[in-house]
């Protein structure tokens, strides 16, 4: 809940709901938001073996970072500024 307010002091509320549709369309596997999406995750992962890890010793940990940010793209339209 506190994530949602903190976004929403950056965000107004419809570009909140298209941010929040387009996550609730990549995170529900089995909605297909749009046919070409489908068959590019097809082509990408049709030779991806998920028995092979990327290390030379099987028994070691795989270390993994994860990093986020926080982009706000505005559309200016010339004829709302006038």
Not at 21 to 41: G, M, T
């Amino acid at each position: 809940l506190l994530f949602f307010q903190f976004i929403q002091s950056f965000l107004n509320i419809s570009e909140l709901s298209t941010i929040l549709q387009h996550f609730a369309c990549i995170s529900v596997n089995n909605l297909s938001c749009n046919r070409y999406a489908d068959q590019l995750y097809e082509d990408l992962l049709y030779f991806y073996n998920k028995n092979v890890r990327p290390v030379r010793n099987a028994s070691s940990a795989v270390q993994v970072k994860f990093g986020a940010s926080l982009i706000r793209i505005i559309d200016v339209v010339s004829l709302l500024e006038a």
